[in-house]
């Protein structure tokens, strides 16, 4: 019984070891943001987890006319940061070795916010963190779910 309490003890002590030397916390009044997805924070690339936005050049569609959608993404976001503190907590490193991480503002996850304004979609493939904000954007026709669009991953499959 001892020989049991020991491996607890030792199991959870390893445990919090590992959290403890894998996490980062990056925060920085010092932010660029690249695209809807994706800053710059003390010179780090940061790419948000768990959302995709539309990409720089990609463009969607409102009653016949043409709106620069991933320039809207982007643009939702830099007016949001204006120039207050993001705070990112990392998750992990994406196969282009950026920073995978969650992002947020005055404790507001920048993410949740680019997913509910309906400017950036919860990325299934990788997350089911935003369905339930992507599923209120969709209900209430926010941002590109009023227009008629392609996502993200298959407009870069085509370009």
Known sequence: MFSNKIK??????????????????LNSNKVTVIDG???????????FSGIDTPEIKQ???RNGKVIKCGIEAKELLTNKIGNNKVKCVKEGVDRYN??????????????KY???EGYAFAYRKYSLKFIEDEN?????KNGIWGMTFEYPWDYRKKN
């Open 98 to 111: 950026r920073i995978l991480a969650e992002c947020f503002l005055n404790n507001q996850s920048l993410s």
């Open 59 to 61: 463009v969607c569609n």
């Open 114 to 116: 680019l997913v509910r």
């Open 37 to 47: 997805d994706t800053i710059h924070l003390n010179n780090e690339k940061i790419r």
């Open 136 to 140: 209120y954007a969709k209900k209430n």
């Open 8 to 25: 607890i003890f030792l199991l959870i002590s390893i445990c919090l070891i590992f959290f403890f030397a894998t996490y980062q916390d």
